[in-house]
Structure formats: structure tokens, C-alpha cells
């Protein structure tokens, strides 16, 4: 009963700061296919492959080694990387970032339930291409990934959404359990370097964000919790911060066991999301078009 009594307090707390607005962007939702690897039980982010035209990077939560998976085009696993040396304490949410003409995957270890960590971690490595038909295994060398440590301004957070702005090139992480969400802020430098501050710029009147996504292009950011997924449309010269003073535009989803994670299509015609696998229910990787004016 007091599981029961939980779920339908929150399920209230996120229909009351919902924005449900009429502006329909994206279509019904299409499943593309099962994710029956056992080794991912509990994909926590996803994004699409720029190397890897088509196919999916996703990873576990917490308890997992530290390891990324790639899927192809209908959800089958076909390559797992680990990453040498780096320890996962609590991987949220994985995004990309194009610099110099070199493609990086970030991988956020940025899930703190308790609220307790006094810093939190970032990796960074060029992503891996794949090139074989079969399941590939392989290693991220440690010489090859950068890992940054962080810290809030205003103290610990749990979170589990991070994106990398095409535009001012900076890493955004989005807070979790706060009513009101808390937008953060920074720069990574080229190097790994003293523990990086994460700044509070704003906050968006959403709560329990489980995953945020950017376009390729940075005109359009994404961000969903548990029942619903927000958009919005960058104006020409507009920041993320000024971008998120206004309310988002609820868009089509429909809820899935533990939903998890969303991203971009790499050619924004439209948006996919995935979730865990809670008491042993299936996962899927759902696609949602742009609708066609």
C-alpha cells in the first residue's frame, strides 16, 4: 500500500508542474525493436552514433562495469567497449560531441540518489567505430579518455540528464529530484584538470527529468520525466538558459515501464526514448516522427 501511496504522489507531483500545451511537434510513437541483450538490463541513456550512422550508444545504471553498448538500427547489440581503468558508480546518461572534426561520446556518472557525492564524474573518449558484422568486444584505453571530476555550486545533486551544446560548447546537466529542475553550466577544457564547477543558471518548473537530448544542429532541446516529454525551439541567438525561461511544448509519449532515456534523431526527424527492464518487463527502443506540415 505504501509503494501505491508513492507512486501516486509523484504521479500528481509531475502532472501538477506538467505545461500542457497543445503545440503537437512529433508524431505517435513506433517501436523499432526489443532490446533482448542480456547484458543490458538496465539501459539508462541513449543516443544516436555520428560514426556509427544509425545505431544507438546506450549503458547500464548503477552496478554495472564501465562499458557502452552499441545497438544497430533495430535494437540488437552488435559491439561492447569497456573503458580501462574507470570505475561506474552511477551512470545516468550519455550524450555526444563533435570537436576539431573528432566525434566523443560522454558518459555522465552523475547519479546520486542520497544526494551525498561532493563531486561527480564525466568521461570522455572518441567514439568507437565499428567494423565488423558480428559482436564486437573491445577497450577504450585509459590513455584515451579524459575524465572530469565536478562539483555543484550549491552542493549535491542527484541527476541523470546531460547534454553538450553544439552552439556555446558547453556542458549542461539538468538536476533530478528538485521541484523545481535545476539548469547547471560549464566549460570542459581540453584537458582534465582541478574539479570543474557546475553552475546553476536557472531552473524549469519540471521535476524527476530522467534524460535530456540537443539536435544536432543545437536549435532544439528535449527533456522528459517519467509521463512526459518537453521541447523547444531555440530562437536565432538565444542561449540554453534563455531558452529555458520559456515553457516547454509537451509532446507525444507514451509511458513505459521505467522510461529512461531520450535522444535525437542524428537528421531530427524525430526522437527516440528507452527504458529499464523493472521486475523483468521487455524494453524497447520507440521512435517518434516529426510530423509532416
Same mark, same amino acid.
Given at each position: 500500500?505504501?509503494? =501505491?501511496?508513492?507512486?501516486?504522489?509523484?504521479?500528481?507531483?509531475?502532472?501538477?508542474?506538467?505545461?500542457?500545451?497543445?503545440?503537437?511537434?512529433?508524431?505517435?510513437?513506433?517501436?523499432?525493436?526489443?532490446?533482448?541483450?542480456?547484458?543490458? !538490463?538496465?539501459?539508462?541513456?541513449?543516443?544516436?552514433?555520428?560514426?556509427?550512422?544509425?545505431?544507438?550508444?546506450?549503458?547500464?545504471?548503477?552496478? !554495472?562495469?564501465?562499458?557502452?553498448? =552499441?545497438? !544497430?538500427?533495430?535494437?540488437?547489440?552488435?559491439?561492447?567497449? /569497456?573503458?580501462?581503468?574507470?570505475?561506474?558508480?552511477?551512470?545516468?546518461?550519455?550524450?555526444?560531441?563533435?570537436?576539431?572534426?573528432?566525434?566523443?561520446? =560522454?558518459?555522465?556518472?552523475?547519479? !546520486?540518489?542520497?544526494?551525498?557525492?561532493?563531486?561527480?564524474?564525466?568521461?570522455?573518449?572518441?567514439?568507437?567505430?565499428?567494423?565488423?558484422?558480428?559482436?564486437?568486444?573491445?577497450?577504450?584505453?585509459?590513455?584515451?579518455?579524459?575524465?572530469?571530476?565536478?562539483?555543484?555550486?550549491?552542493?549535491?545533486?542527484?541527476?541523470?540528464? =546531460?547534454?553538450?551544446?553544439?552552439?556555446?560548447k558547453k556542458l549542461y546537466i539538468i538536476s533530478k529530484r528538485d521541484l523545481m529542475a535545476g539548469v547547471y553550466e560549464t566549460t570542459l577544457p581540453d584537458n582534465s584538470i582541478d574539479t570543474?564547477?557546475?553552475?546553476?543558471?536557472?531552473?524549469?518548473?519540471?521535476?524527476?527529468?530522467?534524460?535530456?537530448?540537443?539536435?544536432?544542429?543545437?536549435?532544439?532541446?528535449?527533456i522528459k520525466n517519467l509521463l512526459n516529454v518537453y521541447y523547444w525551439k531555440r530562437k536565432p541567438k538565444e542561449s540554453i538558459v534563455q531558452l529555458f525561461k520559456r515553457e516547454g511544448l509537451?509532446?507525444? /509519449?507514451?509511458?513505459?515501464?521505467?522510461?529512461?532515456?531520450?535522444?535525437?534523431?542524428?537528421?531530427?526527424?524525430?526522437?527516440?526514448?528507452?527504458?529499464?527492464?523493472?521486475?523483468?518487463?521487455?524494453?524497447?527502443?520507440?521512435?517518434?516522427?516529426?510530423?509532416?506540415?
Open positions: 500500500m505504501r509503494v =501505491l501511496i508513492n507512486i501516486i504522489g509523484l504521479s500528481f507531483l509531475l502532472t501538477v508542474f506538467s505545461v500542457r500545451l497543445p503545440d503537437r511537434v512529433f508524431g505517435s510513437r513506433q517501436s523499432i525493436g526489443e532490446i533482448t541483450a542480456g547484458e543490458i !538490463d538496465e539501459a539508462s541513456g541513449l543516443v544516436c552514433g555520428i560514426n556509427n550512422k544509425g545505431y544507438f550508444w546506450t549503458h547500464n545504471d548503477s552496478g !554495472d562495469n564501465a562499458r557502452v553498448f =552499441l545497438l !544497430d538500427s533495430v535494437a540488437k547489440l552488435r559491439a561492447t567497449y /569497456y573503458l580501462e581503468g574507470i570505475q561506474s558508480r552511477d551512470w545516468e546518461d550519455i550524450a555526444t560531441m563533435t570537436v576539431g572534426g573528432k566525434n566523443y561520446l =560522454l558518459v555522465g556518472d552523475i547519479g !546520486d540518489n542520497l544526494g551525498h557525492h561532493t563531486t561527480i564524474r564525466i568521461h570522455l573518449f572518441e567514439e568507437p567505430t565499428l567494423h565488423t558484422n558480428g559482436h564486437a568486444i573491445d577497450t577504450v584505453r585509459h590513455k584515451d579518455i579524459t575524465t572530469y571530476n565536478l562539483r555543484y555550486e550549491d552542493g549535491p545533486r542527484d541527476a541523470e540528464s =546531460l547534454f553538450f551544446d553544439p552552439i556555446d570543474l564547477v557546475l553552475k546553476r543558471k536557472t531552473s524549469i518548473p519540471y521535476t524527476f527529468i530522467t534524460s535530456a537530448a540537443i539536435s544536432a544542429d543545437g536549435k532544439e532541446v528535449l509537451v509532446q507525444p /509519449y507514451d509511458a513505459e515501464p521505467q522510461g529512461e532515456a531520450i535522444t535525437f534523431a542524428r537528421d531530427g526527424s524525430g526522437y527516440y526514448t528507452t527504458s529499464e527492464r523493472p521486475f523483468g518487463l521487455s524494453s524497447y527502443i520507440y521512435y517518434y516522427p516529426r510530423e509532416k506540415k
